[in-house]
């Protein structure tokens, strides 16, 4: 898959790119959201809001003033999506959130919600996964729900059963992270992603991700399955270009986001 740049129509506005809903973070994880939130927009869109609990909110418009926010009306964690999801044009939910019982019940209305929402691509990540491993009634998802599980979170998702049938019998993309990342499709396709590398493996990467992701989605693309390919070899592209700079050891999911900057996005996903 070839990466070119993008051209943009200058006759636009930010509003012609898409605007995306982050729901991450938590008092004392924080991080994450901002990473993911930064990660987005670097990826295109042209809107990003977080929401948010209310202790974030200061925190993540020091750290990235070019985010929107919305604030839960819980203090700590996430209680209750934001409303007139619709409004959106991409969501992702999960990094950092944790798995209070009030966030579990928030993130069953949201998966509530979605079913009547169309076209809009969902990214489900990191306790968003874990409070579906809890909670395996709640499959199959509305089409256009993409869950990206590193080892481990399949496992408690889906045991050792092959992620091609899960991916089917449950309609739902499956990004199952590894070295050698491989996409898995509703409707059985496949793709192998070979980019990246093990300085990779690194607190955040994942939140990168899920950022790449949204941007992307929200973008419109005609083909989610394409577009998800592009953001998971996006994601490990800049890795390689990190570790030509600098060692494996020392990259840091912040590194990924400022390199962000010196990658093409493909023009077929408009």
Not at 83 to 104: K, N, Q, R, S, W
Request: overall charge negative; charged content about 15%; some cysteine.
């Amino acid at each position: 898959m070839q990466l070119i740049i993008r051209m943009r129509n200058q006759e636009t506005t930010k509003h012609d790119y898409g605007h995306g809903l982050l729901i991450a973070g938590a008092h004392g994880r924080m991080g994450c959201a901002i990473l993911a939130a930064r990660a987005a927009l670097r990826s295109g869109c042209g809107l990003v809001s977080a929401h948010l609990p209310w202790r974030c909110v200061d925190p993540m418009q020091a750290a990235f003033p070019e985010a929107m926010v919305s604030p839960d009306a819980c203090d700590t964690v996430f209680t209750a999506p934001p409303p007139h999801l619709d409004h959106y044009t991409a969501l992702a939910v999960g990094p950092g959130i944790g798995t209070d019982e009030f966030t579990c019940q928030a993130l069953h209305d949201l998966l509530t919600e979605y079913r009547h929402l169309e076209g809009i691509p969902l990214i489900l990540d990191a306790d968003a996964l874990n409070i579906l491993a809890l909670n395996k009634k709640w499959l199959p998802l509305a089409s256009g729900a993409v869950l990206t599980p590193h080892a481990r979170e399949y496992a408690r998702l889906f045991g050792d059963a092959d992620p091609a049938e899960m991916a089917q019998r449950h309609n739902i993309f499956i990004v199952k992270k590894s070295h050698h990342t491989h996409i898995y499709t509703p409707d059985g396709l496949v793709y192998e992603n070979l980019t990246g590398n093990a300085g990779m493996a690194t607190a955040g990467s994942g939140d990168v991700l899920t950022g790449i992701l949204l941007g992307i989605t929200a973008q419109k693309p005609s083909n989610l399955f394409k577009s998800v390919c592009l953001g998971v070899q996006i994601h490990g592209q800049i890795g390689d270009n990190l570790v030509q700079k600098q060692s494996e050891s020392s990259l840091i999911a912040s590194d990924m986001v400022e390199e962000l900057k010196n990658i093409s996005i493909e023009s077929t996903i408009s």
